[in-house]
Nanobody
């Protein structure tokens, strides 16, 4: 079955960096676009970034453009989200997600940006 497992979250000071990982299994990873979403306390889940199956094409929400980079390693069935210049408003649970034959979500990883 499809499984997505995020890791790499934690507490970081404003201006700091984190790299999130999402390990995928149960499907042919290299044939799917992958997505990152986040949900802050009291807010709706919002889209953050998308990467094409080949990794050539990436798109970002305006709120993270220029600060976050999405990448993937199809040999390792893993998608990454490198986050730089983190702000308190980036505090959220971050999820990776796959569409197609239903939507699949990981369990999420908490990112807290605070001094």
């Amino acid at each position: 079955q499809v499984q997505l497992v995020e890791s790499g979250g934690g507490l970081v000071q404003p201006g700091g960096s984190l790299r999130l990982s999402c390990a995928a299994s149960g499907f042919t990873f290299s044939t799917y676009f992958m997505h990152w979403y986040r949900q802050a306390p009291g807010k709706e889940r919002e889209w953050v970034a998308t990467i094409s199956n080949s990794g050539i094409t990436t798109t970002y929400a305006d709120s993270v453009k220029g600060r976050f980079t999405v990448s993937r390693d199809n040999a390792k069935n893993t998608v990454y989200l490198q986050m730089y210049s983190l702000k308190p408003e980036d505090t959220a649970v971050y999820y990776c997600m796959r569409r197609g034959s239903g939507d699949y979500w990981g369990q999420g990883t908490q990112v807290t940006v605070s001094s």
